[in-house]
T-cell receptor, first 118, second 113 residues
Framework: DAGVIQSPRHEVTEMGQEVTLRCKPI?????LFWYRQTMMRGLELLIYFNNNVPIDDSGMPEDRFSAKMPNASFSTLKIQPSEPRDSAVYFC????????????????FGPGTRLTVL | AQKVTQAQTEISVVEKEDVTLDCVYE???????LFWYKQPPSGELVFLIRRNSFDEQNEISGRYSWNFQKSTSSFNFTITASQVVDSAVYFC??????????WGAGTKLIIKP
């Protein structure tokens, strides 16, 4: 089985440019998470989707960040315009859970996208 | 409040020693999940284990073992006969009733040859 797939693996851009990060979750998983990791703040949850619906986006820093999940196999995280403080590693993760039964499977992370904004 | 504490910021041992990484959690939920992840220098987050709150059985996987104690709200991780390849940052995490992962600060493990 393929794991969580993220692209690009590295992105270097200039301040003010639009950045789009992509994620393909594990097939059959119904939950998808976007995380950001920095030395200063550690791992931060940005947003999570369940069955393609955004459930909690309280971690999205500001309006410059937006995330979509048009179908069960694809999600994007967009930053427009990007700023140097957005430089971080962005992880996508997926899992499968059923809220009614409160059953959770393992949460697997993609390899991450290292974003550098100059 | 939901919280995960990994009090050990950094541990350094010599290869072949056993090492235990501590994890203490706080939650009001009766159903929750605990996770351990490994983050090697290459940066990926590698899933190691998930434990449900209603399953207190300890787990052993090769040189890795986990001790889940609800009475002390701890979920400690032991590496037996450590190897240089075990060098990494290890994260403990709690999944709460909102299905969000609450992370510990991580423990950096250094295994010296």
């Amino acid at each position: 089985d393929a794991g969580v797939i993220q692209s690009p693996r590295h992105e270097v851009t200039e301040m003010g440019q639009e950045v789009t990060l992509r994620c393909k979750p594990i097939s059959g998983h119904n939950s998808l998470f976007w995380y950001r990791q920095t030395m200063m703040r550690g791992l931060e949850l940005l947003i999570y989707f369940n069955n393609n619906v955004p459930i909690d986006d309280s971690g999205m820093p500001e309006d410059r960040f937006s995330a979509k999940m048009p179908n069960a196999s694809f999600s994007t995280l967009k930053i427009q315009p990007s700023e140097p403080r957005d430089s971080a590693v962005y992880f996508c993760a997926s899992s499968k859970f059923t809220p009614l039964g409160q059953k959770v499977t393992d949460v697997f992370f993609g390899p991450g996208t290292r974003l550098t904004v100059l | 409040a939901q919280k995960v504490t990994q009090a050990q910021t950094e541990i350094s041992v010599v290869e072949k020693e056993d090492v235990t990484l501590d994890c203490v959690y706080e939650t009001r939920d009766t159903t929750y999940y605990l996770f351990w992840y490994k983050q090697p220098p290459s940066g990926e987050l590698v899933f190691l284990i998930r434990r449900n709150s209603f399953d207190e059985q300890n787990e052993i996987s090769g040189r890795y073992s986990w001790n889940f104690q609800k009475s002390t709200s701890s979920f400690n991780f032991t590496i037996t006969a450590s190897q240089v390849v075990d060098s990494a940052v290890y994260f403990c995490a709690l999944m709460d009733s909102n299905y969000q992962l609450i992370w510990g600060a991580g423990t950096k493990l250094i295994i010296k040859p």
